[in-house]
């Protein structure tokens, strides 16, 4: 009997091994599963393209306000006459109708990036709310840019830029994008103040400053002189909208806009 039990022993002892071995062997063949990464993308041409389109329609929008109307349009009434039947066969294109044409161009070109940058950034967690009002800015530029209204285009071309920064958030970036984000607050700014919407230009200054307030402990100790010009520059705003001349406005805007850029070549983390 005992001899019985001693076998039986051995024989659950060389299954239980042999069961213990193949688990193993199932175990060291099943494909190993690939680490998760937090790494992000790089930003997509169409982001890229979008932001550039935008610079182009306020270059343009501000070509054609800086232009006096007279050197576009000015003619004879004698040239006008003997060219009267000419131009019904072949107007000739002002600058300022190229220039329109350019920024009609530009926007049509951001409505076909934004289709196909739109499912990338839902893809990379875009919240519903960010892509619905960029989608509502984009439609309200060109429903503005068909009625040609030249402050208002380089209003509402920057209302677009304003969702740049938050987009490129879901990429990897080169500069930080709190940088765009003053960019947008002072082109808002120096655009608002030639009508005067001196509301919205407080309001501006405010988010400017908590902007800047989150940002500046970010920076490297490299771009402590662009810093401290860049709030010297916020400083002397200030004190131009508070006394609401549109013209010191104005001026005080896009000198920050300089400083920006300043601080942007030094915020910019070495390589």
Known sequence: MKKY????????????????SSCKNKQQNKPQKKPQ????????????????????????????????????????????????????KSPKKTPEDKSWEEINKAIKDIHTDWNSLTPLVTKEGAKLNLINSMSAAINDLTIIANKKSKIDVLIYANNVYKYIPDLEDLFQTEAPTNIKRLKFYAQDIAFKSEVQKWEEI?????????????????????????????????????KAIKSQNKVLTKIKAEVLLQDIKSLEKTAKPKK
Not at 5 to 20: D, G, N, Q
Not at 63 to 85: A, G, T, V
């Open 37 to 88: 990464t937090s790494q992000k993308l790089e930003i997509p041409k169409e982001l890229s393209k979008i932001e550039k389109d935008i610079e182009k329609i306020i270059k343009e929008a501000q070509k054609i306000k800086e232009k006096p109307q007279s050197d576009q349009e000015k003619q004879s009434d004698k040239e006008k006459k003997d060219k009267k039947e000419d131009d019904k």
């Open 202 to 238: 407080s309001k501006d200054l405010i988010d400017i400053n908590s902007v800047w307030q989150t940002f500046k402990p970010r920076l490297p100790k490299e771009a402590k002189n662009s810093a401290d010009k860049f709030e010297a520059g916020i400083a002397e705003l200030q």
């Open 5 to 20: 039990s001693k076998v039986v022993c051995t024989i659950f002892i060389i299954l239980l091994l042999f069961s213990l």
